[in-house]
């Protein structure tokens, strides 16, 4: 024990510095979120999360927001448990024939105002699932969509721009 403690105090810190990279974009985008959600709604954004039959990519891709890099919380942003506590929908993936009644009840335990974001080229029209057995179609087939934002799956960044404009057209 001994032996290892005086080869660590020997070499010191040997780890390489880390890579600086260009948050500048994250930080503009974020901050003009802050202000529109400050502005619209006086208090943060509840969003609940919905898969409605999606592969996971597009939830791998919001479970980054929440991570040390971006950090959505810190803009006014937060995931809630329940549609009753939820401003937003945040849709993903095609709708199953399975989800669309638990979609729809959703949507109607959301309180008014309430808007919804389909998420992914899945959410938008079905994507590569459109036209199987199994699927009802985009999230539009089954509640209204105020928002689509594109991309399979959109990065982290993508879907901040995203909500950022959706939030933006609402009135």
Known sequence: M??????????????????????????????????????????????????????????????????????????????VASPRHADCLLVTGPVTLNMAEPLRRTWEATPDPKFVIAVGDCGRDGGIFRGSYAVVGGVSSVVPVDAIIAGCPPSPAALLAGLLAAIGRRP
Do not use: M
């Open 2 to 79: 001994l032996r290892q403690l005086r080869a660590a105090l020997r070499a010191g810190v040997v780890t390489e510095p880390g890579v600086a990279t260009e948050s500048a974009p994250l930080e503009v985008v974020g901050a003009r979120l802050r202000e529109e959600i400050h502005r619209r709604f006086k208090r943060s954004l509840h969003i609940r999360q919905v898969d409605a039959g999606s592969c996971n990519g597009c939830e791998l891709e919001i479970s980054g927001l929440t991570g040390p890099h971006y950090d959505f919380e810190r803009f006014g942003l937060h995931l």
